[in-house]
Antibody, heavy 126, light 107 residues
Framework: QVQLVQSGAEVKKPGASLKVSCKAS????????IHWVRQAPGQGLEWMGW????????DYAQNFQGRVTMTRDTSTSTAYMELRGLRSNDTAVYYC???????????????????WGQGTLVTVSS | DIQMTQSPSSLSASVGDRVTITCRAS??????LNWYQQKPGEAPNLLIY???SLQVGVPSRFRGSGSGTEFTLTISSLQPEDFATYYC?????????FGQGTMLEIK
């Protein structure tokens, strides 16, 4: 079965960098885009961007431009999200998610986050 | 960016009740609207995609409807396991955005 297993919780100091991993199993990483979504404590969901593991193409949310880098290692079926210049308001649970798109009846097209990692809690504190 | 607004932000209901959650987009997103359920300490779980298609394995008491800018999620007869937070999400264009969430609590 499809699984996305993320790296463990981390505590970081302001200004530091963070790299979260997301290891895929049950399918070929290159076949589906991986997105990253975060959730601050008690808050809603915020989309960060995606990576196409097939060719490494990326698209980042404007809020994270210049601070985030998404990469992948197809040999280990792992996607990575690096966030630099951490601030206290980067404290959040970070999720990777496999994106899925398909043609559905009536010439429609569906796109959604089909599978999610378990989340990685990142705490930024001095 | 497309803003997604859910209402209500929270809702108290009893087992067996019928509840409806609304999600409005700041511009048309046609039918590119998904609904997720999230329980404390867990990742979100897809319920409905393309506004009205039920994800495999999701009980038929969940129903999505709408198009354009206004969408609804209806749970026809609440079960104990349905008490959770629900999010809508637009997949019309990036940046993909979520509603702020609707917390469904037991009355």
């Amino acid at each position: 079965q499809v699984q996305l297993v993320q790296s463990g919780a981390e505590v970081k100091k302001p200004g530091a960098s963070l790299k979260v991993s997301c290891k895929a199993s049950g399918y070929t990483l290159s076949d589906y885009f991986i997105h990253w979504v975060r959730q601050a404590p008690g808050q809603g969901l915020e989309w960060m961007g995606w990576i196409n593991p097939n060719n490494g193409d990326t698209d980042y949310a404007q809020n994270f431009q210049g601070r985030v880098t998404m990469t992948r290692d197809t040999s280990t079926s792992t996607a990575y999200m690096e966030l630099r210049g951490l601030r206290s308001n980067d404290t959040a649970v970070y999720y990777c998610a496999r994106y899925f798109y398909e043609t559905i009846p009536n010439d429609r097209y569906a796109e959604y986050f089909q599978y999610w990692g378990q989340g990685t809690l990142v705490t930024v504190s001095s | 960016d497309i803003q997604m607004t859910q209402s209500p932000s929270s809702l108290s209901a009893s087992v067996g009740d019928r509840v409806t959650i609304t999600c409005r987009a700041s511009q048309t997103i046609t039918y590119y609207l998904n609904w997720y359920q999230q329980k404390p300490g867990e990742a979100p779980n897809l319920l409905i995609y393309a506004a009205s298609s039920l994800q495999v394995g999701v009980p038929s008491r969940f129903r999505g409807s709408g198009s354009g800018t206004e969408f609804t999620l209806t749970i026809s007869s609440l079960q104990p396991e349905d008490f959770a937070t629900y999010y809508c999400q637009q997949s019309y264009r990036t940046p993909y955005t979520f509603g702020q969430g609707t917390m469904l609590e037991i009355k």
